[in-house]
């Protein structure tokens, strides 16, 4: 639906939504999800930090430090609790995760050249799905079975591969 959604607004950039996509599946975007995964628990570390924080009552009149100071003490306050609780490392790793996956998408949409083998990547992927389906097992049918076992990784070859060479 998110997809549908998008090419709404620019439904007469499709080739280059689609380019821009498979720029990002390309450009590392699995390495943001991981990366993003361990910012998630870095925030959840912040959460429990924060919450305890909030129970502090450090000098000891039984009302929570928190609730006794002003906005922007409070503000400093947190802030100093996260950077104590999140791994730099982590942050780090995350943000740059971010943008090499966005640069790569952005200069896809900017070279011509990237946008085709983009586009070619992500049509040898679809046609990939309905041979190893339809047309291997077909085939197999039909030919001996001492060459059966080659027949995915040729045609998977020829779909896949072989879109990324044009």
Same mark, same amino acid.
């Given at each position: 639906m998110?997809?549908?959604?998008? !090419?709404?607004?620019?439904?007469?950039l499709?080739?280059?939504?689609?380019?821009?996509?498979?720029?990002f599946?390309?450009?590392?975007?699995?390495?943001?999800?991981?990366? !993003?995964?361990?910012?998630?628990?870095?925030?959840?570390?912040?959460?429990?930090?924060?919450?305890? =924080?909030?129970?502090?009552?450090? =000098? &000891? =009149? &039984?009302?929570?430090?928190?609730?006794?100071?002003?906005?922007?003490?409070?503000?400093?306050?947190?802030?100093?609790?996260?950077?104590?609780?999140?791994?730099?490392?982590?942050?780090?790793?995350?943000? &740059?995760?971010?943008?090499?996956?966005?640069?790569?998408?952005?200069?896809?949409?900017k070279?011509?050249?990237?946008?085709?083998?983009?586009?070619?990547?992500?049509?040898?992927?679809? !046609?990939?799905?309905?041979?190893?389906? +339809?047309?291997?097992? !077909?085939?197999?049918?039909?030919? =001996?079975?001492? +060459?059966?076992?080659?027949?995915?990784?040729?045609?998977? +070859?020829?779909?896949?591969?072989?879109?990324?060479?044009?």
């Amino acid at each position: 639906m998110l997809t549908g959604f998008v !090419l709404i607004f620019f439904g007469g950039l499709f080739i280059v939504s689609v380019a821009m996509v498979e720029a990002f599946k390309q450009g590392g975007s699995h390495i943001l999800i991981a990366n !993003l995964k361990m910012l998630q628990e870095q925030l959840k570390n912040v959460e429990q930090a924060s919450e305890a =924080d909030d129970k502090v009552d450090a =000098d &000891g =009149d &039984g009302v929570a430090d928190v609730l006794q100071i002003s906005q922007e003490e409070l503000a400093s306050r947190k802030m100093l609790v996260a950077v104590k609780a999140m791994d730099p490392f982590v942050v780090q790793e995350a943000f &740059g995760a971010l943008w090499t996956s966005t640069v790569s998408a952005a200069a896809t949409v900017k070279l011509q050249f990237a946008r085709t083998v983009a586009l070619g990547i992500t049509i040898g992927d679809t !046609l990939n799905r309905p041979v190893q389906r +339809y047309f291997v097992p !077909l085939l197999m049918a039909f030919t =001996d079975p001492v +060459y059966h076992k080659w027949y995915p990784s040729i045609f998977g +070859y020829m779909c896949v591969r072989g879109a990324r060479a044009n």
